[in-house]
Structures are given as C-alpha cells and as structure tokens.
C-alpha cells in the first residue's frame, strides 16, 4: 500500500500542484486508515517520508518535448558520452529552477544539494543576478578584449581586492579547463622546467592538458598526453595508508584512531615522505608546479593533514617550482570559514584558479596570479575570444556582491557545519556510512562495506541509495575513485525549518 | 550626440555614418584600468545594437569586425536577447547529469542544418575547447597521431589548439604541438603559385596564369599517381597552383609524417590568416590523399559557418567537400561563449573509452541563444545578405584595390572578407606594420572598426555582424578610400 502511494504521480491529486505535498496528503490519508490500507495486508509499517520544506514559487509550465522524444534526440544528436554522464537509472528532466529547487517537467520539486557540480553557487536563476545579467544583455555582449570595456575591468578589480597580495592580475577564460591550462603554460614559462607534479585522485578538467594534471583512469584515454605530469600519493586520511583522529581542517574526523599529540600529525609526516620519495626518483630536482585542489572535488571532498600544503609548497618552492591552488569548486565561500580553500590551509599559492561557481553558471574561468609570472605570457601572444566578455564579467561581479550583502559565505560555514556534525552522527549510526568530511557546504559522505576493512561500498548499492535519494526528492552528487562518494554541495541559502532526513 | 556628425570631419570624410534610430545609455565614468589592446588610442566601448558600437563619450562606430566574427546577428539582437531573459528566469545551468531540453532541441536544429552522417554533436565553450576535442576524437577513432594543418592558420589559443596553429606568434618556448605538422599555404595571392581564377570568390588575384577558366576538369586521379619527382605541367581546364600546392602536400606525405595519420584541419576560408583562400580544389584533393592515409577530415568553421560565406551555410560546402567532423564557436551564439563539435555516429563512439565532462559544456542558456541565433538567422535572411551584401563590398574594393598601388590583394566570400595591403602590386611585400597602424587608427577615427591579420599583419579583416546593408557597406568604402588616401598624401 505505502508502495503505491509513494509511487503516484498525479500532480492533481487533493487538488495541489507540488508532488511532494500532495504525498503528504496522501500519507496522511493513509495514516487515517481508511478503505485504501488495511492492517492485515501491511506487513511492515510504511516509513514516515521526511517533508520537502515547503516553498512559494510557481514553476513554468512544461510545454516542450515528451521525455521519450529527448532521450531519443540525446541519443542520436548528442555525443555518447552524455548518456554516460547522464545520471540515475530514471534520468531527472530539469524544467525550471529557482534558488535551492529544481523542478522537473512533471512539476516535481527537489532539493538541488549538488548544484549542477558545485556550479550555482548563489542559486538558480537568482532574482540579483538575473537582473544584473538582463541589463547587461541590452548593452553589450561580445567585443573581445581588442577593446576595452568597463565590465570587464571592474570586475578584475572587484576579484583581485579579493585576493592577498601580490596574487593581482587576472586572466579570464572560459571554463576551469582553460584556466589550469594557462596555468601549466605559465609555471612551466615563469620557471623554465616542465614538470608538475599533483594529487592521485585529483580532478583539473578534461582539456588535453588538463587530463595531465586529472589522476583519476575514468577520464584519461589510451592516446599520448600528459607529458611531464606526475602524481604523489593522495594523503587521503580516511582512505590512505595513515591517518587519525584529528588531522583534518573539518568539524568532523575520521574514525580512524592516532596516538599523535595536539600538533603533531604523523600521517603528514609520512605523505610528506613519499613524496619527498617521488622527489628522489620521479622527477628531475628543478619542476614546474604543485598543484591542488584545496579539498578534492571529485574525488570526494578528500581533505589532507591540516599541514600538508603548507609542508609541500616549501619543499615545491626548493625546487624552483610555483604553487597553485585549483580553487573551482572550493572558492567563494564555499568552505565557510574562508573566501578561498586555501587559505585555510594557512598558505599563499603562487596562482589561483577558479571556475565553476564564478559566475553561477555562466560559462567563466579565471587564472589570478603575481605581475611577475603573468609576464611571462607576454613571451608570445595568447588570445581567448570571449574571455572576460561584458555579459561574463557583469554576472561574476553580482555574484560577489550577493555572496556579500546575503552572507553567503557565514551561511556556508553555518549550515554546513551543522550538516556534517548530524552526518557524522548518521555515520555512528550506520555501518555502511565510513567517513564524513569536509568544511562548509564542501561536503564528502564516503560509503564502505565496512568500517573495518573501509572498502568502497559496490556500485549497485551506491546507485540505489543515489536513486532513491532522488526519488524521495533531494539531488546530491557522486564522486570518488570508484564512484563510494556520495557529495552534498549545498546551495547557500538558509534552510527553513523542516529536516532533511529520516530521524 | 553623434561624434561623427561633427562638421570637422566632413573635411577629411565626404561620406557621413548612416543614420541611426537607437540611443544608447550614457557611461556613468568610475574607476578604470588602461589596457592597451587595439589602436594607439584604444577605443572604449559601453554599448552595442545590431552593427553599431557606442564608446563612452557617445561616440558612434560602424562595426565591421563583429568582435572578430563572433557577434554573428548583431550586437543585444532583441530577438535572440529576449530569448537569453527568458531563459535566465527560467533555467541556467545544471550541467548534463540531468536532461533538460534546450540542449536536445538546439542540437537537433543544428543537426538538421548538416548534411548525413555529421549528426552528432558534442558542445564545449570555446573553438579551442571544440578543437581540443576533434584532435582527441581523431586520433581515438584512427588509432594514428599525427595531425596536419595549413601555415598560416589559427585553430585556438590552448596548449593542443596552440599546436594546430600555425602563426609563430601565437607559439611559445615550451615543449608542446607533439604530432603536430604543417603544409605549404596554398595561398594563391602570397605564395609560390597562383593565378587570375584560382579561388571561389568574386574577385580573383591579380596574378596572371595561363590556366583556363570555367569548369576544373581536373581529377583526383591525376595526383594520386604524381610522385614528387615528376613535375606536373599545365592542361587545359586545370588550376596550375592547385596542381603545385598538392605536390608540396605529397612531398609532406613522403618526409615529414608517417604513412597513417590522424587528421587532416583546416579553415575552409583563413580567418586570422587574413582571408586567405585556397585554389577552388584544393580541398578536395587534399582530403581524399588525407583518407588514404587513414586519416579524417575536419572543417574549423568558428569563422566560415552560420551563412557568412553567403552561398552556403558552412565553408566547406563552398568547397564541395564532406568532413568528417567540423568544430564551430564565434558566432555560434552571437558571442555567448560556446562551441561545438559535429561528427559521425562511428567517430562519436571511439570516445567512449574514457570519460569526458565539460561543466558549462551545453548548458540551458547557450543552447537557448545558439537556437534563437539559427532562427534569427533563416527568418533575416542573413545569409543571403552576407551574399548580396559582402559581393558588392568585394566588388568595390576590388577597385579600390585597382586605384591605390598599397593594395594587393581583395579576397574572401560574403561578408568573410580581406584586404591585403602591400608596399607594391610587383613585389607584394607587406605593407610595413607601422603604416597599417596609420590607416588603421584613421579609418577607427573616421568611425569604421574593422579588424587586422595576416602572417604579417598586413591583412585588415572585414568580418561584420551579418545585418550590415549596402549603405554601411558605401560608408566603409568612403572611409576606407579616403583613409588609404590620407596615408598615400602623407607618405
């Protein structure tokens, strides 16, 4: 019986539009016991399903293509690998999407926590940014930089006062591929040596370049590249070789146990060894660059030992090479405490790249660096045809102003700790549930079989949880080397009241 | 106010800017950063609607460069910007995890405006980014490296695109462009060979040849069997250059790359190149020799596409020929940024062996301004006006060109157009930098933004918005005329 009631579509029912309350009504009809549920025929008693927030906002109406017809052009008009992308065994059909929610072209409401990957950084269509982006549409789009427009220098002086010195010069791009792009060309430029050097499990883009710079097999492919990329062992504290109980920046640890005093972190102190190794072995003893994400996206949100970075840059910088810090998914105000992910590591990278929250999701990447580096650039000539485009730099520069006047970054520090601090309780919880982590709305759940052997939960049980998550009305993401990661990215805004989850 | 009506300037410009309906809003001045980009005196733009661009002090310019190509229907067209406001109040971005329909509607209409079997289609940001993919695709799909492109032509700005490019500029002191190679330009103005009806443009060079005209009858067959020590001499109905150009491609077959490659790419019409344009069979030739060594063919048309060449929708229909795969961007979404890659169904599968993601790649608001810009295009009829309108601009500066010594070469297809300019007609060198800066900024101060290129920058683009009528194109010809003259009087 609560299969069926569970399962029902008819957005008419009980007269209300939103799915989710008319399944309120419909529980609570069946909690009334009526004709619909008899006793003797429920065996178990049907679960309380948690209530969607409520929320006042009259999607559009879906007037477009039937779902078959788009899964049928998908699968001829679009490249093959959009269905392997393409997630959930019952894919979601986005319509509308406003804020926090994303409506499908039945009108049902979902709790987007992923955020189109970590991407819509102030909220769908948010009502500032829109308009910011409308006025812009009806002065200019596009000239190319062979120009100048305000735009686009209000908005690099708007960032780089965001940044410490002397990270002040900007270069924009389209995407947080092109960014890490430009970035090895001007490590490898500024410094004279070719090699970098980042994280097993690290993610930098799908550029040819950037594929280098990515450790992780699903995305590289059998052909010659990545020449000069090396990798060092991860310093992953739950799913490495070392790790303890208090290593991470996070309001919460792993479960794994340490004897290291307050201060000490032994783990580091043996990540840092193999990498001292790859020093010794892998690569000449002049390099090009470090880089790294601040906390690894997707790869599931994978924190370091708090002085992992500050420990690596010094040894990075003997060498002749820079640091760079990937801030695409970890940079404005995700993490709470801090505008930049880096900076909580109490570090100062030589490069800083950003993309995808940027600007909300309009395509735009960014490469922030020192005078002195960018002027290598100017060893020949680079050119990015919609790079800092008006339209582009207008939407970056009211995105900042929103996650300023709305205190998105509190709220992220706010609201996310109090995620993980009741995630973490679910981990005592469950035995399948291995490890919580991360900061702010960066946020990590790993799965396992067991907490004693911590091997990542099989697939097949990982996407029946992910579907039925969905089914039950939220949106999360999935990362990890083999895919255990189930990742919370947070919209920042305040949620009203209700819990997300099954008490 | 209008800067150029200003009396001042009807001494040196007999013509004055078309008029103009629209008023833009003023620039409230704040803070701003000096960047040197175009011009000695750099032009601050606030404002753009259809082909005009307004600077900060109100000035008006005709703008014929589109922000190189890109701005295809016209600066804030209204129809395709209130395509884009609709779309913004209603979706933005959630990448391709889920499906939401604006991405499969646009890439079928685009789809449909490809012929059989390039009807798969993968969306990036940026040329460079749809570039980077072709290479990826063609060497998984053929299983060989190499990749062959013209001198002279520009394929993008990432480390991969870097490698296709071919213009020293562009190219920096790192190691990069691994299985990257270069044919001789069949530049038929510059270049070794050429003649008086080598291109598919209304003006010819003003080479001499003693080729004949009319249908080529010339076969694939008859290079198939040349080696390079054979010299192939001139038949009737032939393109001698062609002839010669295709033989130094032979020759690049022998040394430089092994017997299977990869790829072969090129730009139906150069764009940062200048224009330049090949003999009418070149391609043709070029791509089947490219098949017989295993590789694909791929047209870039971030420039040539979307009906600016005005007989066809894309370049390489002019050529008639059949690519395996062409990428596209610019003016794909009248400067939303935004590319994309259509190839066959057996091409699209090789890249199954991994994983690509782009983030931002076919998000709902591009696809949505792409879409409106396919509409906007068919119901302005744009294309034939890129015909109509960019024949006759060719056709006048062909006399320009016939009246000034400087100027060598008018070349290019609908409104893909440029004019070479030279120190003169016999040695055709280029015209010296410092002087194109002249005629350049004059023709700027005369209210014309057009665009430079060339291996030399001795190239100027004209590349407008595809709304540009006969009157815009009369007012470009007084001032381009009386710019060169300004410099001729000065000199």
Redesign the interface.
Known sequence: MHKVCSRLHGPALFGKTDLWNSLDACMKFHNGGGVLCQKSAVKHPPPVLPQIPPFDFKP?P?Q??S?D???D??K???????M????YKK???????YMQW?WD?DGRRYLDL?A??V??SVG??NPKV?EM??KQ??????????????QM??Y??KLASLLPDPLKVVYFT?????AN?LA??MA??HTGN?DVITLRGSYHG????AIGLTSNT???????SS??CHNTMCPDVFRGLWGGSHCRDSPVQTIRECSCSPGHCQANDMYIRELKEMFATTVPDRIAAFFTEPIQGNSGAVQFPKNYLKDTYQLVREKGGICIADEVQTGFGRTGSHFWGFQGHNVLPDMVTM??GIA?????GAVVTTAEIASSLA????????GG?P??CAVASSVLDTIKEDKMQENSADVGTYLLTELAKLRDKYEIIGDVRGKGLQIGVEMVKDKVSRDPLPSEAMAEIFEDTKDMGV?I?KGGLYGQVGEGYLKVHVLSGSSLLCA
């Open positions: 559009e879906y477009g293509m779902k017809r788009l899964l052009i998908r001829h008009n679009c490249n093959p690998m959009i392997k992308v393409t997630y894919p979601v059909f986005i319509n509308h999407g994303l072209v992923f189109g990957i991407t819509v769908h269509c829109t982006a409308e549409l009806r002065r200019l789009w596009h000239t190319t930089s062979i120009y100048v427009n305000p220098q209000e690099a002086e389209n995407s947080g591929s092109e792009d090895v060309l490898r430029l070719f799908g550029s040819p370049q699903k995305y590289k492919y059998p052909i010659p020449m000069g993309a995808k909300n999701g309009f395509p735009m060893k020949g000539v680079h050119f990015n045809t919609f485009n339209l582009a949106l993401g």
